[in-house]
Each structure stands twice: as structure tokens, then as C-alpha cells.
């Protein structure tokens, strides 16, 4: 494929406005910073047109840029995909006494992907070598919005959020619990579940987890780390965003001295997660639930299946209610 061929694909999908005077064509991602935009990715013979770089919060810290995930047009058809290449990143995760080390992991992103083909609640896409032997993943661009955002625009309130939008949200959430079972049974963990992981898709309304690339070392419970994620997101739709400390503080004087260290939450212990005693209309039941998540729990889950199990049973008597 010549650079003449290669400009009149990009003119084509893009607009003549858009091809650059000089095309850089790139077949090696080793060295991910020296991938601009406008340069031509070729892999497997073929080309991807490079855009913008995506970004993520982590940690409490929005819009990290992230220089080895990049959006481009497909010059074959003109989807938008993202191209994730190869970059190795380790940090440890704290739950309670437990020390978690995670890391970035190719090579797992890319059989899981294998293993989600077709499956409607995990993004969908492919992997290739590049030049160089590395593990390029191509990912089908998901329009929507976060969970994150999407929840914080129901209700005008919190009762009403509750009384009236969260039943749905709670089957959704089975959904997406009974997505990471169907990993779980397969012996592979998602890794990194939090709530801007989950896109709420604008063609289909469905939610889909998206970044399956970090894996972590376990001792005893190969999926421990994926079901205190699991718990977060509850606790955070439980409570139409994360209830804490500071907040109440400021603005619930009376709540905040109610408070002890075991309401809070095992990981981020700034966070309540013993949410009936901010909002008494939240069943005892599903409280029960948040309560496996906190300092002061005696007993964990151990799988999805006892998870799922107790939040189906929150659901029917919401239902009934």
C-alpha cells in the first residue's frame, strides 16, 4: 500500500482537510511516544490513521493521560477503534491487611478478549503482533457515558434516585456481576473493576466493561481483588456517588458523629459504605451486603455466586416493595 493510496483512504474517511502533507507510516509500537497523531499505524497489513491519545482517572487523579492508548480510524471502513499497545505498569493494591501487587498484562487482555467474543457486557476487539513482536490490541470504540457520570444525572435527589431509578440500576448491576461470573468460571479475573470501567453504550443502553489488561498476584482467593471492586461500584450506586467522611462533615454534622471506623470502607477508608445510617430507607438487606465491604467486616465474599446470590434476593424485595 503506497502513500497515495494510503491519503486518498485517509481524504476519504476523514476529509481532505485532514491529510497530512507528509505521512509518517509506523509498523513498530515499542516506542509508543513516537506515535503522533496523524501518523499511519500499519499492522497486519493494515492501516490505522492515529487521533488522539485517551485519558483516565486513577487513584482520586482525572484525565492521567494514558500515551499508549490511542484512538484512530480504521482506513479499511472508517469505525473509530482504540489501539492499546504494549506498556508495563506495576503498583500495589491494599485491601484491609492484604496487599495486592498488580500489573499490566498484554498477554491477558488478549485471551480474554478471545473469550468475550460475542458476549454483550465486555467491549469487543482483536489482538495483532506489530513489527516487533508486540501485543497491539484493537478495540471497538464504545460511544457513552461512564457508569460513573451516568449515575450521578438520575433523580433529583437521593430518595428519589433510590425509590425510582435504582431497581433498574440494580438489574443492570446484576448484569454486569453475572459478566465477571461468567470470567470467573473461565479462571480469569477482569483486574481492574471500578466504575469508569463500565461504559453505558448511547446506540444499545447496554453496560459493558471495558480494560481487562491488569492482572494481580493472589494467595488465597484468585478473584478476591476483582469482588472488593465489585462491592465499590455497589456502594457507589447504592449511594448516587460516593458518600464520605469530608462530605458529611460539612453538611451532615449530626450523621458524621454517628459514625465509626468499621461504616467505612476496607479500601478507600474515606468512604462510607454502612449507607443506612445516612439514608434509613435503604433496606436492611442491602445493607447487609455494603457491610461485607467495610473495616469492620468479620466475613467476606469468597465468589460471584455468593455475591450475586444476596444481591438477587435485595432485588425480588425491592420488587415487592
Not at 492515529?50 to 480510524?73: C, T
Not at 457515558?145 to 440494580?170: C, M, Q, R, W
Not at 446484576?174 to 461504559?199: M, P
Not at 464520605?244 to 459504605?273: C, G, M, P, Y
Request: aromatic residues 12%; proline residues 2%.
Amino acid at each position: 500500500m503506497n502513500e497515495n493510496e494510503l491519503k486518498d483512504m485517509i481524504a476519504h474517511w476523514a476529509g481532505h482537510d485532514k491529510v497530512p502533507k507528509k505521512l509518517k507510516v509506523v509498523n513498530d509500537t515499542s516506542d509508543f511516544f513516537g506515535i503522533d497523531y496523524d501518523d499511519v499505524l500499519m499492522l497486519d497489513n493494515h492501516p490505522y490513521f492515529i487521533r488522539n491519545y485517551e485519558r483516565e482517572g486513577r487513584f482520586s487523579i482525572d484525565e492521567q493521560p494514558k500515551f499508549w492508548v490511542r484512538r484512530a480510524l480504521d482506513l479499511s471502513d472508517g469505525d473509530l477503534k482504540i489501539i492499546k499497545m504494549v506498556f508495563h505498569e506495576r503498583f500495589n493494591a491494599r485491601v484491609g491487611d492484604l496487599t495486592f501487587e498488580c500489573f499490566r498484562s498484554p498477554q491477558k487482555e488478549a485471551v480474554i478478549l478471545d473469550i468475550v467474543r460475542g458476549h454483550p457486557n465486555f467491549m469487543q476487539g482483536f489482538c495483532v503482533n506489530d513489527a516487533s513482536g508486540n501485543i497491539v490490541r484493537v478495540i471497538d470504540y464504545i460511544r457513552g457515558k461512564t457508569l460513573a457520570d451516568y449515575i450521578l444525572e438520575l433523580g433529583k435527589d437521593h430518595e428519589d434516585y433510590f425509590y425510582n431509578h435504582f431497581p433498574s440500576v440494580l438489574d443492570n448491576y446484576v448484569d454486569l456481576v453475572n459478566a465477571i461470573r461468567f470470567l470467573h468460571e473461565r479462571d480469569q479475573k477482569h483486574g481492574d473493576i471500578r466504575r469508569d470501567h463500565i461504559i453505558k453504550q448511547k446506540e444499545t443502553g447496554l453496560y459493558r466493561w471495558i480494560d481487562f489488561d491488569f492482572n494481580y498476584l493472589h494467595k488465597e482467593n484468585m478473584f478476591g481483588y476483582d469482588l472488593f471492586g465489585l462491592g465499590n461500584i455497589l456502594a457507589y450506586l447504592t449511594g448516587r456517588g460516593d458518600v464520605t467522611v469530608e462530605q458529611l462533615k460539612e453538611s451532615a454534622l449530626s450523621v458524621f458523629h454517628q459514625l465509626n471506623t468499621d461504616d467505612l470502607n476496607i479500601i478507600f477508608n474515606n468512604r462510607v459504605v454502612n449507607l443506612r445510617k445516612i439514608y434509613p430507607y435503604i433496606p436492611e438487606a442491602l445493607n447487609f451486603v455494603l457491610l461485607h465491604f467495610s473495616v469492620g467486616a468479620n466475613i467476606f465474599y469468597d465468589t460471584t455466586h455468593e455475591l450475586l446470590a444476596d444481591i438477587e434476593e435485595v432485588r425480588d424485595k425491592l420488587r415487592r416493595s
